[in-house]
């Protein structure tokens, strides 16, 4: 789903706040995973990914278990906001941490 820069910020903040008091999970094969188990709050993709059929199956997967998902501009971003060196394609908040509340309002105003 396309987001405004406004809600692609808030997404970030949430994700980092994730990181540093919650749980993540980075890369495409641990996010698919943690998709199919049903353990994930909000899935971030990066649209520059290519080729494209490295993540064209997350979108439908998270529509089929319910999990809203947020393409960002890079996985150059994506990768510093995971604390890596290297870009990802796609980050999962499994445990929101103290972003409970941010992730929340992030939701409610993705369904607008």
């Known amino acids: 789903?396309?987001?405004?820069?406004?809600?692609?910020?808030?997404?970030?903040?949430?994700?980092?706040?994730?990181?540093?008091?919650?749980?993540?999970k980075k890369g495409i094969n641990e996010v698919t995973k943690a998709i199919e188990r049903g353990i994930v709050k909000l899935v971030l993709v990066a649209s520059d990914v290519n080729p494209l059929e490295i993540i064209m199956h997350i979108e439908p997967l998270c529509k089929e278990k319910s999990v809203p998902v947020i393409k960002v501009k890079s996985k150059e971003e994506l990768?510093?906001?995971?604390?890596?060196?290297?870009?990802?394609?796609?980050?999962?908040?499994?445990?929101?941490g103290e972003a409970k509340n941010q992730l929340k309002e992030l939701l409610s105003n993705m369904t607008k």
């Open 79 to 96: 990768g510093t906001l995971s604390g890596l060196q290297r870009s990802t394609t796609v980050i999962a908040i499994i445990n929101e």
């Open 1 to 24: 789903m396309e987001v405004s820069k406004e809600l692609m910020d808030k997404a970030y903040e949430v994700a980092e706040l994730a990181k540093s008091t919650g749980k993540i």
